[in-house]
C-alpha cells in the first residue's frame, strides 16, 4: 500500500525558510521521480518542481527557482522541500507526488501560510 506522509508547513512569517518533508512507504522510493505542487487559494494546482529517481537532476518552476529546493534521501525514503524568502504569493497547500511504473500518487497536502 502506497503512502506518502507530508509533514512540516504552518504558518510562516514574510521572508522566512521552512522545509516540507514527504515521507513514502510501499514504493521503491529510488526508483520514482518525486514532485512537488501547490495549489493557492481559488488557483489551480500548480507543479514546483521534481527530482530525478537518483537525485541527480531537479528542475523547477520560473516561480520559485533559486528560491525553492528540492532534494531526496533515498536511503531514508523521503524527499524534501526546502523554501527560501516566502512570501505571501507562496501561501497554498503543497502536495507531493511520486511517479514511476506503477503509476501517480499524492501526499494529502500540507497548508503553507505566508503572513505577518
Known amino acids: 500500500q502506497v503512502q506518502l506522509v507530508q509533514s512540516g508547513g504552518g504558518l510562516v512569517q514574510p521572508g522566512g525558510s521552512p522545509r516540507l518533508s514527504c515521507s513514502a512507504s510501499?514504493?521503491?522510493?529510488?526508483?520514482?521521480?518525486m514532485s512537488w505542487y501547490r495549489q493557492g487559494p481559488g488557483t489551480e494546482r500548480e507543479w514546483v518542481g521534481h527530482?530525478?529517481?537518483?537525485?541527480?537532476?531537479?528542475k523547477y518552476a520560473d516561480s520559485v527557482k533559486g528560491r525553492f529546493t528540492i532534494s531526496r534521501d533515498n536511503a531514508k525514503s523521503a524527499v524534501y522541500l526546502q523554501m527560501n524568502n516566502l512570501q505571501p504569493d507562496d501561501t497554498a497547500v503543497y502536495y507531493c507526488?511520486?511517479?514511476?511504473?506503477?503509476?501517480?500518487?499524492w501526499g494529502r497536502g500540507t497548508q503553507v501560510t505566508v503572513s505577518s
Open positions: 507526488k511520486k511517479t514511476d511504473s506503477g503509476g501517480i500518487y
Open positions: 510501499g514504493i521503491i522510493f529510488s526508483g520514482a521521480l
Open positions: 527530482t530525478s529517481p537518483n537525485g541527480a537532476s531537479s
